[in-house]
């Protein structure tokens, strides 16, 4: 009944933008040059932690990114499919330099987007395995960032790529769908010495990859990211991801209906954006992170 309002209500703001600006909006963004759709486009989302990049046709995060402040707990993956996003995470958890480290990899559905990220991750100390999904780990200095590349695959077809030195290396296309298992990520990561490099590989090796899945050059590692061999998190049942993924199929339908007169992503992203704001700032997630902010400020999360 709640996603049947939601649907009903979203439909109709739909029809009464289309009906009294829908034509001067269309005349706006095609009178603007690329440029100018990139510029206006970043201006918005950049406070929000994210910028689109032309040369892959996705929008991504900044590096200093404020989600960066809050690093990253197990709690939001068990939480995420309540945030309408459903993906494979791999967390790997490695001993470097006195501390633990977390680097994982998602890949997934993340409401009307097709997603992927990489993040990494410490804690301030050497932790037992029995504490790793207990633990807030804090996101990476600039001083500890490492070069990543993704290069995301949709059923085996080339989708897009980025690289970057980063701590959160992510890519979003909007209006796209997938399963997460159709999903997969020819990564490659460059460590900043062999021992950590090392640290890395020995932890994947515990977590069942074998050596013949890397490739590995100097301080560089190579692997294809496809099925997770990590436990996933349990935070809802098979029938609620269901309904998620049905219900994140509705509102895509949506979005293209309402954006039709386009068909760049960069187009229908802008159209969304000057049409309905708030529709464009659910779509990139930002609710996510101010509602686990909430909950940490609570109490609902280990402090670090």
Known sequence: ????????????????????????????????????????????IAPLGFVYDESSNVFTSTLDAWQREFGYCRFYDRTAPFF???????????????????????????GINIGTEIGLYHADRILTPDEYEQEVFS???????IRMYEQVLLDGYPLQQL?????????????????????????SLVFPNAEMRNAFLDSMLEMGYSLC??????????????????????????????????????????FRLVTRPFESMLDR???????IPFAFRRSIGVNRMRKHRRRQGRGGLRAR
Not at 9 to 33: E, N, S, V, Y
């Open 84 to 110: 309408n996003m459903i993906f494979d995470s791999e967390p790997v958890y490695f001993n470097y330099d006195g501390r633990t480290w977390l680097l994982e990899f998602w890949k997934g559905q993340y």
């Open 213 to 254: 899945d890397f490739a590995v050059w100097n301080e560089s590692v190579s692997f294809t990211y496809q099925k997770p061999r990590s436990r996933q998190p349990k935070g809802c049942g098979r029938l609620y991801t269901t309904w998620v993924m049905w219900k994140n199929r509705v509102l895509i339908r949506l």
């Open 139 to 145: 996101a990476a200095e600039n001083r500890e960032l």
């Open 1 to 44: 009944m709640y996603l049947l309002s939601t649907v009903l209500i979203l439909f109709i703001l739909l029809i009464l933008i289309l009906w009294f600006r829908r034509r001067p909006i269309i005349a706006r963004i095609r009178a603007m040059t690329r440029g100018e759709k990139i510029l206006f486009l970043n201006q918005i």
């Open 163 to 187: 690289s970057a030195r980063h701590w959160w290396l992510t890519t979003f296309r909007m209006g796209e769908y997938a399963n997460p298992a159709q999903l997969s990520g020819e990564i």
């Open 269 to 275: 992203m802008v159209f969304l954006l000057i049409s």
